[in-house]
């Protein structure tokens, strides 16, 4: 994998990791992290697929590799970044893994720009909108006080809690790292998009190409939901797993999104 950055339209330095393979008939498998993480963090898929598949792994604007500015932090700007990268590879199709934030911004992706060169939508443990509503929160969320109030250390319990099995002092760090590169206000407005949840099941459903649905338990209702009701969508609940699902069980991470590039009739090397 090699580090190749560009600017954006509003003139911000992106990052992201490429390998790709000479034949642009293969796919390219578009890695996209979630609120705050690195993009490193899908380092056991660029190792699985690694010579199977063109791969990328997007830093979004504020994490990992990317520059931190302070603008930006919308649904529609950091939608309007991953356009521009995709813009990158205009004679290649793509698949889009979208982890937790990335799964909102996937769906609004396709909602803004369309299905054009979409070969298939990966959507990893975030809500799509599917199932009750649930009670309604009154006041600010209590996690932005505790950002607001020791964000070093409540991003260092959010990132422990994210897995089942310790990844390691370095992988912590690293994900500690990015996580502090962004503003707070910043980090929490991501947190923010002013968006009912009838919006991203309005676009799931009208999604045409298949979709991947991989989630931990907690979501495994609207994983049956949407699978009895999206006539392409397949779905997989990863029962030993932490929100880091495609870490903690990461083989079968491989296998099952493996298994859905094979399904959509797409080559490898």
Same mark, same amino acid.
């Given at each position: 994998?090699?580090?190749?950055?560009?600017?954006?339209?509003?003139?911000?330095?992106?990052?992201?990791?490429?390998?790709?393979?000479?034949?642009?008939?293969?796919?390219?498998?578009?890695?996209?992290?979630?609120?705050?993480?690195?993009?490193?963090?899908?380092? &056991?898929?660029?190792?699985?697929?690694?010579?199977?598949?063109? =791969?990328?792994?997007?830093?979004?604007?504020?994490?990992?590799?990317?520059?931190?500015?302070?603008?930006?932090?919308?649904?529609?700007?950091?939608?309007?970044?991953? &356009?521009?990268?995709?813009?990158?590879?205009?004679?290649?199709?793509?698949?889009?893994? !979208?982890?937790?934030?990335?799964?909102?911004?996937?769906?609004?992706?396709?909602?803004?720009?369309?299905?054009?060169?979409?070969? !298939? =939508?990966?959507?990893?443990?975030?809500?799509?909108?599917?199932?009750?509503?649930?009670?309604?929160?009154?006041?600010?969320?209590?996690?932005?006080?505790?950002?607001?109030?020791?964000?070093?250390?409540?991003?260092?319990?959010? !990132?422990?809690?994210?897995?089942?099995?310790?990844?390691?002092?370095?992988?912590?760090?690293?994900?500690?790292?990015?996580?502090? &590169?962004?503003?707070?206000?910043?980090?929490?407005?991501?947190?923010?998009?002013?968006?009912?949840?009838?919006?991203?099941?309005?676009?799931?459903?009208?999604?045409? &190409?298949?979709?991947?649905?991989?989630?931990?338990?907690?979501?495994?209702?609207?994983?049956?939901?949407?699978?009895?009701?999206?006539?392409?969508?397949?779905?997989?609940?990863?029962?030993?797993?932490?929100?880091?699902?495609?870490?903690?069980?990461?083989?079968?991470?491989?296998?099952?999104?493996?298994?859905?590039?094979?399904?959509?009739?797409?080559?490898?090397?």
């Amino acid at each position: 994998m090699k580090t190749v950055c560009f600017d954006t339209s509003d003139q911000v330095r992106l990052c992201y990791a490429e390998q790709l393979l000479a034949d642009i008939s293969t796919p390219l498998l578009v890695f996209i992290p979630g609120w705050t993480m690195p993009a490193s963090l899908w380092e &056991k898929q660029l190792d699985y697929f690694s010579g199977k598949y063109s =791969l990328v792994a997007f830093d979004p604007r504020g994490q990992g590799a990317s520059a931190a500015p302070n603008f930006g932090y919308t649904l529609e700007r950091r939608v309007q970044d991953i &356009k521009e990268l995709l813009d990158r590879f205009p004679d290649r199709s793509f698949i889009l893994v !979208g982890w937790s934030l990335a799964v909102l911004e996937s769906l609004a992706y396709i909602e803004q720009f369309g299905e054009n060169r979409l070969s !298939g =939508l990966v959507l990893v443990d975030n809500s799509i909108g599917e199932g009750p509503d649930g009670l309604a929160r009154t006041g600010e969320n209590p996690f932005f006080e505790e950002l607001r109030t020791d964000r070093k250390e409540t991003m260092r319990k959010f !990132g422990k809690a994210m897995f089942r099995t310790d990844p390691g002092a370095k992988v912590q760090d690293r994900i500690l790292a990015s996580a502090l &590169k962004t503003d707070v206000e910043d980090s929490i407005r991501l947190l923010s998009y002013p968006r009912p949840r009838a919006y991203w099941k309005e676009i799931i459903y009208g999604v045409s &190409k298949p979709i991947l649905y991989l989630v931990t338990p907690k979501l495994g209702d609207q994983a049956k939901n949407l699978t009895q009701k999206h006539p392409r969508a397949t779905a997989k609940v990863f029962e030993h797993s932490g929100h880091a699902l495609f870490w903690d069980e990461a083989d079968q991470f491989n296998w099952t999104l493996h298994d859905f590039i094979k399904r959509l009739g797409l080559l490898e090397r």
